[in-house]
């Protein structure tokens, strides 16, 4: 199994920035998908962000043009920066990994991002 850590959390003010890593114990080549969600108290979890091994992005219209996710496979890092910073982005951000193939799905413990003034 993989494990995956997020880092890069914390407490910024409307309309700042941060950058949120996700750091995966093995190689994500072989990963078909790597995701982004969101989760906030009393809230569904929220894909807001996918990309594909071939390079298909996907945002949710509430991230669109803010967030950006990229990926670093000699890291073996997924990231996801975040601008223009709003208090509805309040949520623990989690990473996850897809392999279809072999029917393998792997979550991360979280990281809290609060957008506070």
């Known amino acids: 199994q993989v494990q995956l850590v997020e880092s890069g959390g914390g407490l910024v003010q409307p309309g700042g920035s941060l950058r949120l890593s996700c750091a995966a114990s093995?190689?994500?080549?072989?990963?078909?998908?790597m995701s982004w969600y969101r989760q906030a108290p009393g809230k569904q979890r929220e894909l807001i962000a996918s990309?594909?091994?071939?390079?298909?992005?996907n945002y949710a219209d509430s991230v669109k043009d803010r967030f950006t996710i990229s990926r670093d496979n000699a890291k073996n890092t997924v990231y996801l920066q975040m601008n223009s910073l709003k208090p509805d982005d309040t949520a623990v951000y989690l990473c996850?990994?897809?392999?279809?193939?072999?029917?393998?799905?792997?979550w991360g413990q979280g990281t809290q991002v609060t957008v506070s003034s």
């Open positions: 996850n990994a897809n392999q279809f193939s072999l029917r393998n799905v792997y």
């Open positions: 093995r190689s994500i080549f072989n990963f078909e998908v």
């Open positions: 990309m594909s091994s071939g390079g298909n992005i």
